[in-house]
């Protein structure tokens, strides 16, 4: 449903993705099913918080009425119907994706650890060059 290839589901797609599954919404239930689980508060939702969805689903933490539970329902299996191989199948696309978000979750932290690098190595060249300057002031 990420249509725009960037790694988020945004207002438009989710409007998308909920009329496809047979639950259309408003626009404003949209941008409300976006707000309940919207931790970063961008106003589209990451893979992070697509998880959230089915994780406050289980914990029973959604209205009945509200889009977000409706989307949770939908996206539940029933192993009566679809079969034992079926829902191995869904546990296991389930499982991957969770491991897809943790790998996606040690990169954010690998890319803060090195900004983090670059700053403190161009704070030590500015107090070097500090330093080196008061030298020829005197």
């Known amino acids: 449903y990420d249509a725009g ?3 988020f589901i945004d207002l438009m797609e989710l409007k998308l993705m909920m009329e496809k599954l047979g639950a259309p919404q408003t626009h404003l239930g949209l941008k409300n099913m976006i707000k ?3 931790e970063d508060l961008d106003s589209k939702l990451s893979f992070r918080e697509f998880l959230l969805i089915f994780r406050k689903a289980a914990a029973g933490e959604l209205q009945e009425d509200s889009g977000l539970h409706a989307l949770a329902r939908l996206s539940e299996i029933d192993v ?5 191989k079926g ?4 546990f ?3 499982v991957q ?3 897809d978000a943790s790998r996606f979750e040690e990169e954010i932290k690998a890319e803060q650890e090195e900004k983090k690098k670059q700053a403190e190595e161009l704070k030590q060249r500015k107090a070097a060059f500090k330093e080196l ?3 020829f002031k005197q």
């Open 36 to 38: 309940e689980v919207d």
């Open 133 to 135: 300057q008061s030298t």
């Open 80 to 84: 009566s119907t679809e079969g034992v």
């Open 97 to 99: 994706a969770i491991h």
């Open 5 to 7: 290839k960037d790694g």
């Open 87 to 90: 829902a191995k199948s869904f």
């Open 92 to 94: 296991e696309a389930k």
